[in-house]
Nanobody, 125 residues
C-alpha cells in the first residue's frame, strides 16, 4: 500500500491550494483517510479526516470554514481544498489512511498505519 501526496507549493496569504493524495494497492473502502501537517519544530497535528462509508468529515478548529476534505472515488484520491491560506498554515502536509475506524481516535496520528511522504505548503505574507 502506498500513499502519495502532491499539490503543495508556495503561495501568498489569502490564496488557495488543492492537495491530493493517491492510494495504490488498497481502496480503503473502510476506515478513514486524513490529512495531517507538521511545521518546523512542531509536532504533527491533525487537519481533517473523512470516514469511508458515510463520508463523515471532521476538521481541526483552525481550518474550519477554510479547508474542505473530499474523496474522488473515480480517481481514488483524497483531496484537501485549502482556501484563505494563512502564513501559519505553512507546513508539510501528510495524507494518512487506515482500514479501521475507531470512534474518538481518528484525530490522532497513531490511529493511522499508512502514510504518504508529505508535500510542502509554504504561505508567504
Amino acid at each position: 500500500v502506498q500513499l502519495q501526496a502532491y499539490g503543495g507549493g508556495l503561495v501568498q496569504a489569502g490564496d488557495s491550494l488543492r492537495l491530493s493524495c493517491t492510494a495504490s494497492g488498497h481502496t480503503f473502502s473502510n476506515g478513514a483517510m486524513a490529512w495531517f501537517r507538521q511545521a518546523p519544530g512542531k509536532e504533527r497535528e491533525f487537519v481533517a479526516f473523512l470516514r469511508r462509508g458515510d463520508n463523515k468529515k471532521s476538521y481541526a478548529d483552525f481550518v474550519k470554514g477554510r479547508f474542505t476534505i473530499s474523496r474522488d472515488n473515480v480517481k481514488n484520491t483524497l483531496d484537501l481544498q485549502m482556501n484563505s491560506l494563512k502564513v501559519e498554515d505553512t507546513a508539510v502536509y501528510y495524507c494518512a489512511a487506515d482500514t479501521v475506524y475507531v470512534v474518538g481516535r481518528m484525530t490522532q496520528a497513531r490511529s493511522y498505519d499508512y502514510w504518504g511522504q508529505g508535500t510542502q505548503v509554504t504561505v508567504s505574507s
